[in-house]
């Protein structure tokens, strides 16, 4: 067991606490723009924790994380160059106050949404033998937020190598938590089946003695939960404080800093002042540090995938290439729900991976954000996941750990390599699922920064398309797969037609050199238009088809290059009209080439189960086939 060093302690809570007040004098002077949220009144936590955190330990926090962030790097001046936004700042003033970002350290501004990173983290650090453990700090607000009992579901059940730190200073921004919490931390904690401690910052060395505890459970691989009773000195932000003003002056009354602050005298009030003017000196080189230099993060290019034939339905070549990739390396993970032998997913797609690697396949509750969130945790840990989601329709329940989690992380760490997982999922109708199993979401993600989205079609011929796809992972990544396509084995095409793939992997298919009508099809729609393509044929009217497999990274200048030869356009989509992908092709296709469209896609309405409904509502070969009819006469 070590010892608390309470002067120590004292020293971290000052240098934080003087770090806190400047930044809000800075804001008040209008040197500052955006949000804070300081911890004053709860350094302390932070400063314990100092004492106990290693150098392997990977640190998650919140929106009020700058005390974190001091306690896991003593780096004040990239702290301070950050909010004010300067080049020297932890992520070169990409994130602000809320979002720090180094390769141990975790802080976005979503309430409890680094939870299951954390747990990911864990995985991958318990995976990999690596020392330390993830501790991921959550404020008593998170409480309401269901990824966090996800969160700590996982923990306790896989037994990972984790510490959830609550700051409860029983407050919301305005709200006080007795108007929102139901039942007791304590017994939320514990019903999961997590070791768990209660302390606050008025007993030091107690806090310090439980803290010890926690840290020494997890590192056990027993996740544990440290709830510490506090209280927030400053406003939520800024300056949106209604609390009574005796409550707060009673409060600073017993605040432990400014007790302790009040009996220092000599040396160690000198060694105080030092650090005072530390962080004085500080503010001031921040002061001339440049400002940031705008750089898009976008890559510009796809790598290539080595093309093959197809010999096979979809089906059995991605459980084909799901065992290549598993085969390669004991750190690739495949996880999701009912994934495992002997049921083999939803759809079989990873039918007999469990058997063959054990030690790599996983049954993941069902808490799909949790999923995505412990994927980019396991990510950032340096172990490759791969995660199913059962149907595409599910994606809405991930929407934020994408949008507000994984897809920032390259981004903010200027790192390509780093957090990337991928994502695949059935997509579409045709088998009577109804509403909420036979949607095509894809348009929904496509305009998602920082995100890249494929939907397989199927003239798909690359070969071992996962094992390949995930040894250039630069992002995360979603691959829809349509269901209907699972058992489809694509018929040669007549001698008299070509198919080609360029290096942006769009496949084209013509049934003659001078095409009358370009028809862009996506996903499975795909057959319906080669279908249509072949009645036309019969009629005389030629046809480029087009089959995009990038979603995030159209072929646009292709797709133009055929429409100046035809001048007429046909764009086919399962999903809804409104909005999609066909729109947003069109748009860009406007200002390159002039041309005559169609677009075909489902109603605006949701998904008929009925048969005879669901197939009024998709879209057909006989559509496409009077689409194209259409623009080649006018």
Known sequence: MRLLDKTQAFRKAFQINRIETALL????????RGTIHTCLGQELISAI???????????????????????????????????????????????????LITSQFYANGILGGATALACGRAFALKKKNDPGIAICFIGDGALGEGLVYEAMNLAAKWRLPVLFILENNAIAQTTPQSETLAGSIQGRAEAFGLQYQKADVWNVED??????????????????????????????????????????AHYRSI??????????????????????QSVETDITRARTLPHPVYKDSVPSHLPAFAQGEIQAPLLGRLNSSLHSWLAEDPLHFFIGEDVGDPYGGA?????????????????????????????????????QTMIELMFADFMGLVFDQLYNHATKLKALSQNDSWGNFLLRTPTGGGRGYGPTHSQSPEKYFVGMPGLHVFLLHHRVAIIDFYASLMKTLSAPTIVFEPKALYDYLPPALPTAWTLTTTQQHTTIISSHAEADVTIVAFGAMGVLAEEAMKQLFEEEVYVDLVLPLVLHQLEVPRIAQSLHRTGRLVIVEEGTSGNGLADGLVARLHPLVSFTARIICSPRDIVPAAATLESQFLPTSEKIFAACCEVFNE
């Open 25 to 32: 004098a800075l804001f008040g002077e209008g040197e500052l």
């Open 49 to 99: 924790f100092s004492q106990l955190v290693s150098k392997d330990d990977v640190v998650f926090s919140n929106h009020r994380c700058h005390g974190h962030y001091l306690a896991k790097h003593d780096s004040p001046l990239e702290l301070i160059a950050e909010i004010m936004g300067k080049q020297r700042g932890v992520v070169q003033g990409r994130g602000g106050s809320q979002h």
């Open 207 to 248: 806090l310090f003695e439980k803290m010890q505890l926690c840290f020494q459970k997890a590192r056990s691989s027993q996740a544990s939960f440290l709830e510490v009773g506090c209280y927030r000195l400053a406003p939520h932000s800024k300056g949106d404080d209604l609390r009574a003003a005796e409550e707060k």
């Open 255 to 276: 605040d432990p800093l400014e007790t302790y602050l009040a009996t220092v005298a000599g040396e160690e009030r000198a060694h105080l002042k030092a650090l005072e």
């Open 347 to 383: 759809f079989k797609v990873s039918k007999g991976l469990s058997e063959r690697y054990p030690e790599q396949v996983f049954n993941f509750p069902t808490s799909e954000a949790a999923l995505v969130g412990f994927a980019s945790g396991a990510a950032m840990g340096g172990v």
